[in-house]
Nanobody
Framework: QVQLVESGGGLVQPGGSLRLSCAASGRTDNILAMAWYRQAPGKQRELVALITNSGMTNYADSVKGRITISRDNAKNTLYVQMNSLRPEDAAVYYC????????WGQGTQVTVYS
């Protein structure tokens, strides 16, 4: 089983930037893809961005052009650089690992306020 620890959330004004990190440990050799999801109060959890082992990426339409997902395979760490943040980006952001036994991180809060 893999363990995931997210960091980097916080408070930011509209138009600001944040970089989230997700460090994976444990059974990481069978990871197929990694992703960021988010869940705002009263809403369903939604996919923000995904990156495969080959480096292919996929983004939600709402974040395209503003968010970049990346991973450092040597460090088993997933990142997401979020720019031009909007109030609607405020949510708890979760790291997700696709493997035979999928795993979720504990979440990190992103608050966008004016």
């Amino acid at each position: 089983q893999v363990q995931l620890v997210e960091s980097g959330g916080g408070l930011v004004q509209p138009g600001g930037s944040l970089r989230l990190s997700c460090a994976a440990s444990g059974r990481t050799d069978n990871i197929l893809a990694m992703a960021w999801y988010r869940q705002a109060p009263g809403k369903q959890r939604e996919l923000v961005a995904l990156i495969t082992n080959s480096g292919m990426t996929n983004y939600a339409d709402s974040v395209k052009g503003r968010i970049t997902i990346s991973r450092d395979n040597a460090k088993n760490t997933l990142y997401v650089q979020m720019n031009s943040l909007r109030p609607e980006d405020a949510a708890v952001y979760y790291c997700y690992v696709q493997q035979p036994k999928p795993a979720w991180g504990q979440g990190t809060q992103v608050t966008v306020y004016s």
